[in-house]
């Protein structure tokens, strides 16, 4: 079983930042991908960024490309989201998607896992 923890959400004006942080337990963090999606209200859920096992590569929606950076510390267990620029249509719950796989390609395969979530929203 993996448990995945999100946390630093908030509400910020647009144009400005914030860092997500996922902390990942069960299993083999560094074993696997690791993604970030979100979803706002009325819309289904939809992917933000992907990072392979070992940081590199990187796969980001194109909606954020540019803004957003995912990066991850396997020594904390930890992958984290840094938002900047944010807009208000950035609003939406951000979770973290735990054992993926980010292919050759550079799309990535959700894993079965989940965080609870984390609410960013962003005025405008």
């Known amino acids: 079983q993996v448990q995945l923890v999100e946390s630093g959400g908030g509400l910020v004006q647009a144009g400005g930042s914030l860092r997500l942080s996922c902390v990942a337990s069960g299993r083999t963090f560094s074993s696997y991908a690791m993604g970030w999606f979100r979803q706002a209200p009325g819309k289904g859920r939809e992917f933000v960024a992907g990072?392979?096992?070992?940081?590199?590569?990187?796969n980001y929606a194109d909606s954020v490309k540019g803004r957003f950076t995912i990066s991850r510390d396997n020594a904390k267990n930890t992958v984290y989201l840094q938002m900047n620029s944010l807009k208000p249509e950035d609003t939406a719950v951000y979770s973290c998607?735990?054992?993926?796989?980010?292919?050759?390609?550079?799309?990535?395969?959700?894993?079965?896992?989940w965080g609870q979530g984390t609410q960013v929203t962003v005025s405008s």
């Open positions: 998607n735990g054992n993926g796989v980010l292919y050759e390609s550079g799309s990535y395969g959700a894993g079965d896992y």
């Open positions: 990072i392979s096992r070992r940081g590199y590569p990187t």
